[in-house]
Structures are given as structure tokens and as C-alpha cells.
């Protein structure tokens, strides 16, 4: 029976990007490893839903076309089985925060609380690429966005805390960032990836706590 790798966009930052062995542990010999996810992250993000669905994308900063912003797409969407550059297939799944519905285009958004620094968008620009991916080449049944014209991230970082009726609101800073879509790259980087996998158990990453919780360095 063939194999097929399964991915999701979001484990690119959160995963691999991160202790390659713990990485390939989960992926390869099934060992869960979770990090608690504080539950305040997941009310932020549906407050940012909430408050962006069905407005202008100009609220975002102005950097991509006019059009509506869509964050109502809870459905978990489905590649269809892709090849890599070496023929191994593989399929992306995974859950996006919002696209844009322009006059004849479609641009996905992806929301992120974090500091707002030009040099952490990097480890996210792969989820964005993925996502481009699974929504031009979608399985049977899943929504198809073409033409996809931009990618951008969208980032939140708490600025101040201002009296509002003697209750204290926080201010946020935003921050939009452009992601330039390059399928090519994205299908190195999985080749990568799979290449990673099918090899030898990698080394743990320095100072990595999971590693160092579960007694391998």
C-alpha cells in the first residue's frame, strides 16, 4: 500500500521549525508530544473573527486589493493527494482564519497574536503557502478559491491599557504582512521534509524542554 504523508499547515511553524526530533517522533513513531495551549488564545481568536467578518480588507492595512474578509470557513479543508519533487504523495489539512472575496480573486489572511518583528514571519510564511496549496488543489468536496491573489499575515501585539469607563481595554498594534506565494518552494520544502522522515532520527534541538522532559538530553 502507498504511503501518505499528512500535514498540517500550521505544524510547518509549530513543529518542524522548532526540535526536529520531537518533530519526527510524533510523525514517525506516533509519540504524542502536546504543549499546553492557554485558552486565552482561543478567545482572542474568536474575538478577532467576530470583529473582522463580512468588513473590508482595507482594515488591514491597505496592502492587498479592496474586497470582504470572511473568517466564517470553519470547515477543516483537504488538499487532494499531491506528489513531491521525488514522487511521494502527500495531502495537506488543515483550518485557515480567513480569506478575502475580491471582485475576481480570493487572498488568504492568517491572524497571529505575537510580537510584531519582520524576522519571526518567516517561520509562518510556510502555513501560508500550504494553505494556497490546499485551496487551489482542494480534495473532492472542498472549497476551491481561484484565482488566489495574495497571502498575508496579520499580526496583534498588546500595546497599552487604557480606562474605559473606569474598566481597564487593552489597545492592540497591528501589523499586515505580505507573503509572496511560491508553490515551487513550498514543494522543496516538503520534499525536505519527507526526506527527513523516511531518514534517520535526528538529533534533538539545544536546550529543548520536551527533550529534556522525556530524558533524551
Given at each position: 500500500?502507498?504511503?501518505?504523508?499528512?500535514?498540517?499547515?500550521?505544524?510547518?511553524?509549530?513543529?518542524?521549525?522548532?526540535?526536529?526530533?520531537?518533530?519526527?517522533?510524533?510523525k514517525?513513531?506516533?509519540?504524542?508530544?502536546?504543549?499546553?495551549?492557554?485558552?486565552?488564545?482561543s478567545?482572542?481568536?474568536?474575538?478577532?473573527?467576530?470583529?473582522?467578518?463580512?468588513?473590508?480588507?482595507?482594515?488591514?492595512?491597505?496592502?492587498?486589493?479592496?474586497?470582504?474578509?470572511k473568517?466564517?470557513?470553519?470547515?477543516?479543508?483537504?488538499?487532494?493527494?499531491?506528489?513531491d519533487?521525488k514522487?511521494?504523495?502527500?495531502?495537506?489539512?488543515?483550518?485557515?482564519?480567513?480569506?478575502?472575496?475580491?471582485?475576481?480573486?480570493?487572498?488568504?489572511?492568517?491572524?497571529?497574536?505575537?510580537?510584531?518583528d519582520?524576522?519571526?514571519?518567516?517561520?509562518?510564511?510556510?502555513?501560508?503557502?500550504a494553505?494556497?496549496?490546499?485551496?487551489?488543489?482542494?480534495?473532492?468536496?472542498?472549497?476551491k478559491?481561484?484565482?488566489?491573489?495574495?497571502?498575508?499575515?496579520?499580526?496583534?501585539?498588546?500595546?497599552?491599557?487604557?480606562?474605559?469607563?473606569?474598566?481597564p481595554?487593552?489597545?492592540?498594534?497591528?501589523?499586515?504582512?505580505?507573503?509572496?506565494?511560491?508553490?515551487k518552494?513550498?514543494?522543496?520544502?516538503?520534499?525536505m521534509?519527507?526526506?527527513?522522515?523516511?531518514?534517520?532520527?535526528?538529533?534533538?534541538?539545544?536546550?529543548c524542554?520536551?527533550?529534556?522532559v522525556?530524558?533524551?538530553?
Amino acid at each position: 500500500m502507498t504511503k501518505i504523508f499528512n500535514f498540517s499547515p500550521s505544524e510547518f511553524a509549530f513543529g518542524y521549525a522548532g526540535c526536529k526530533r520531537c518533530y519526527y517522533d510524533q510523525k514517525v513513531n506516533n509519540i504524542k508530544i502536546s504543549l499546553p495551549f492557554p485558552s486565552v488564545f482561543s478567545k482572542l481568536d474568536i474575538l478577532q473573527k467576530n470583529f473582522y467578518h463580512d468588513k473590508s480588507s482595507d482594515l488591514l492595512g491597505g496592502k492587498i486589493a479592496s474586497g470582504v474578509i470572511k473568517t466564517d470557513y470553519s470547515r477543516t479543508q483537504k488538499s487532494k493527494i499531491l506528489e513531491d519533487n521525488k514522487g511521494r504523495k502527500f495531502q495537506l489539512k488543515g483550518r485557515i482564519d480567513a480569506y478575502v472575496k475580491h471582485k475576481d480573486s480570493f487572498s488568504i489572511i492568517d491572524f497571529k497574536v505575537t510580537d510584531i518583528d519582520e524576522k519571526k514571519i518567516n517561520t509562518y510564511a510556510t502555513q501560508l503557502l500550504a494553505y494556497a496549496i490546499m485551496f487551489d488543489q482542494p480534495d473532492e468536496g472542498f472549497l476551491k478559491l481561484n484565482p488566489i491573489k495574495d497571502l498575508g499575515i496579520f499580526c496583534f501585539e498588546p500595546d497599552t491599557i487604557v480606562d474605559h469607563q473606569n474598566a481597564p481595554n487593552f489597545k492592540m498594534k497591528t501589523q499586515f504582512y505580505l507573503i509572496e506565494r511560491d508553490d515551487k518552494k513550498m514543494f522543496e520544502f516538503i520534499t525536505m521534509i519527507i526526506d527527513m522522515l523516511e531518514g534517520e532520527n535526528p538529533t534533538s534541538k539545544e536546550k529543548c524542554s520536551i527533550c529534556k522532559v522525556r530524558g533524551i538530553i
